[in-house]
């Protein structure tokens, strides 16, 4: 090589490598986001009239096939009520969407060949809550307002428990049917479901932690996120809030506690109940079906 053709190349490398570092920086981010607004009606664009239901609630997607929900292939779908149909909870100052999973760093074709083999996937890497780890995602709030999460177990395998640092829930929803209102210090999440809850902004202003911890697991993995008040001056802090008591009672017990309030939404066709914030007292209408079976005698 002559050491003009060897200048040439030196050209043509520095070129690409200039070329290189500006394509890196313009780049699209992997992940992408949309915000889907869909209004109630009776739109079909497949040909095929689709079943309506008055069915609203919290609840999240994600691909059946090739194990893509393993790479991060979901998102939240939050179905609003109507106008016409009451919710039995004031409307809250900011609704957020809180995805929570154990994550591997394991690609997911590996994990999908692992359980195409009859296999238990191994111990997860960690937690991801919004598709980030600890501390990556916060959540905004102003004080003495009052908030509704929508969380969701997006994960593989693993049963989650979900906690507010100094602030107590309350569970009005889950997957869809609106609950008896109960107050709920942390709140354990299976794979698949999804709750919403509401908490009141009410604590002195500073930062305070959000986590996250596996349940029936041989070693407990947590994650954390930040709740952050908007006039806050101080960073989270301190020990991160206790979880319920290990093994599998507590869980169950706090299953069993979980009701459907029969006196909201498209359920309430039987009874006369007292919205939200009313204070004037409630009456039950009961309708009684009488049955009358007569036999002609031959």
Same mark, same amino acid.
């Given at each position: ?11 043509? /490398?520095?070129? %690409? /490598? ?24 009776? =739109?079909?664009? &497949? ?17 059946? %096939?090739?194990?893509?929900?393993? /790479?991060?292939?979901?998102? +939240?779908?939050? #179905? %609003?009520?109507?106008?016409? #149909? ?14 929570? +999973? ?11 060949? =692992? %359980? ?12 991801? #809550?919004? +598709?980030?780890?600890?501390? $990556? !995602? ?5 004080? $003495?307002?009052?908030?509704? &999460? ?26 869809? *049917? ?21 908490? *009141? ?9 959000? /986590? ?42 706090? !299953? ?8 909201? $939404? ?27 079976? *007569?036999?002609?005698?031959?």
């Amino acid at each position: 090589m002559t050491l003009e053709n060897g200048r040439r190349w030196c050209r043509i /490398a520095l070129v %690409l /490598a200039v070329y290189m570092a500006v394509y890196e920086v313009v780049a699209e981010d992997p992940y992408r986001y949309f915000d889907w607004r869909i209004s109630f009606g009776d =739109i079909y664009p &497949l040909g095929v009239r689709q079943q309506v239901k008055d069915q609203i609630g919290s609840f999240f997607y994600f691909p059946s %096939l090739q194990f893509h929900k393993a /790479a991060d292939g979901f998102g +939240g779908i939050r #179905i %609003l009520s109507r106008p016409r #149909i009451p919710v039995p909870f004031p409307e809250p100052a900011e609704d957020f969407t809180v995805l929570i +999973g154990d994550w591997y760093k394991t690609d997911h074709n590996v994990l999908k060949t =692992i %359980l195409d083999r009859g296999k238990m996937l191994k111990f997860p890497d960690g937690i991801q #809550i919004n +598709g980030l780890g600890r501390d $990556g !995602a916060r959540f905004t709030v102003e004080p $003495g307002k009052t908030y509704r &999460l929508r969380i969701s177990n997006v994960g593989l395998q693993n049963s989650l428990n979900f906690r507010i640092q100094g602030h107590r829930m309350k569970l009005v929803e889950v997957e869809g *049917t609106h609950t008896i209102q109960i107050t709920l210090s942390s709140l354990d999440v299976h794979v698949g479901q999804s709750y919403s809850v509401l908490f *009141t902004a009410d604590q002195p202003a500073q930062d305070y932690y959000i /986590a996250v911890s596996s349940r029936f697991t041989t070693q407990t993995l947590n994650s954390t996120t930040i709740l952050h008040y908007s006039n806050s001056k101080k960073p989270a802090s301190g020990p991160l809030p206790l979880g319920p008591p290990t093994g599998i009672s507590w869980s169950l017990n706090q !299953a069993r506690s979980i009701s459907s309030n029969q006196c909201s $939404g498209s359920s309430n066709k039987f009874r006369i109940c007292k919205p939200a914030n009313s204070k004037s007292p409630v009456y039950f209408i009961t309708i009684h079906i009488i049955f009358s079976i *007569t036999h002609k005698l031959r």
